[in-house]
């Protein structure tokens, strides 16, 4: 009696290719050209994916290049479909979807975790990475925290995402913990034990060990005291501002850990809803964070032939103002259903728009292809003549 095989990862394909080939290659005097050429290997080695959430529609981005002369670099160096179908009309379900790959139909206001593994597990589990190895900067509040990993049995907490959440590492009661224990010094060896005290008083050091390691949860906590303390993120003020904090510390995140997957996750562009003009100076202070992650990445030579960057909003907004001169999102039109996503990365041809209809939950299984990873539960298909 035969029985199904589970489906092969990108990695476990070619070593049984590898092996399949040399086989042949021994009992077979004359090999062909064109069969003795193997497929060229991707040379995306991580991924960062901007949710440029909050609501945010084409027209006031790569519709208005003056708006996001940043994102314009991204689109004119990499791909642009202009016609990415939004999962649902919620912030939490739709920003959610991004990361599941299907369909989530969660309430604004819902606060709990989904059903579904993130794509923060697909990759962690099957390239066995650490924590470090996959970090999430989130505006989001408690909502964010969930993004980090879904309630899936066969995936869960122990392969989730690091979770940042920039409003809520500076604010005034973190600070005060700081204040109580001292500011540790991240060369002063004397400083450990501070650290160790830090991190027991602002988080369950138990269920954080679940995700974390000692030696990589005292590297992460060494990190936010820096943040804290020497960085100039704690300084950025005014509209817009938990957005901004977000994208630095993920700018920082590239830099410091390296890691093969890292998320932002905004939200501050709902300000629409009230006023036209303060989402698109959110849009534009955004664009600009954006522009510093994009020349960290141009300049670093080990992240800069090897970092693939994603950026797409949940979903758009109505087509027309409101009474109050702003933007809501409830009228059906194309504006609120469909957005642009922007690849930019080693493996895709410069210059492209495919205008081919795809899916806000077609980010999540495109983003594992790249890291050669599967994501067996994703709905979502790879991005249509990304990679061709």
């Not at 797409?312 to 809501?328: A, H, S, T, V, Y």
Request: glycine share 10%; with cysteine.
């Amino acid at each position: 009696m035969s029985r199904s095989l589970p489906p092969l990862s990108r990695r476990r394909f070619l070593q049984a290719g590898a092996v399949a080939a040399g086989t042949f290659a021994l009992s077979s005097p004359l090999v062909s050209g064109a069969a003795a050429t193997a497929a060229p290997a991707l040379k995306t080695k991580r991924v960062l994916l901007v949710l440029f959430a909050g609501g945010v529609r084409s027209k006031d981005t790569i519709g208005t290049p003056a708006n996001v002369p940043n994102l314009m670099r991204l689109a004119s160096q990499g791909v642009v479909f202009p016609n990415c179908a939004a999962a649902n009309l919620g912030h939490y379900g739709a920003s959610l979807s991004i990361l599941t790959g299907v369909p989530e139909y969660m309430g604004i206001r819902e606060n709990s975790r989904g059903f579904n593994p993130t794509i923060f597990e697909y990759v962690r589990k099957e390239l066995t990475l650490p924590a470090s190895g996959a970090w999430l900067s989130a505006n989001n509040g408690s909502q964010g925290v969930n993004f980090a990993y879904g309630l899936n049995r066969g995936w869960g907490s122990a392969y989730g995402a690091n979770v940042i959440d920039g409003d809520g590492i500076f604010n005034q009661e973190f600070r005060e913990v700081l204040g109580q224990f001292g500011t540790p010094s991240a060369d002063d060896p004397k400083s450990y034990d501070a650290l160790n005290r830090l991190r027991g008083a602002i988080g369950d050091e138990a269920a954080r060990g679940a995700v974390n390691d000692a030696a990589t949860a005292a590297r992460v906590e060494k990190y936010i005291v820096d943040e804290l303390t020497k960085s100039e993120t704690a300084s950025l003020t005014g509209p817009g501002a938990g957005d901004a904090k977000a994208l630095r510390i993920a700018g920082n995140i590239l830099q410091i850990f390296r890691p093969t997957l890292a998320c932002v996750s905004l939200t501050n562009a709902d300000v629409a809803h009230g006023s036209y003009n303060a989402y698109v100076d959110v849009i534009r202070r955004n664009d600009v964070e954006l522009g510093r992650i994009l020349d960290t990445v141009q300049q670093d030579p080990q992240l800069r032939d090897s970092t693939a960057i994603f950026v797409l909003p949940e979903f758009g907004r109505d087509k027309n103002l409101n009474q109050r001169n702003g933007l809501d999102h409830g009228d059906a039109s194309d504006e609120l259903n469909k957005v642009a996503c922007v690849a930019w990365g080693p493996d895709f041809k410069p210059g492209k728009t495919i205008a081919v209809d795809c899916n806000t939950i077609d980010v999540c299984p495109t983003v594992c292809k790249l890291l050669g990873v599967e994501s067996p539960l994703a709905r979502g298909r790879v991005l249509p003549r990304l990679l061709s």
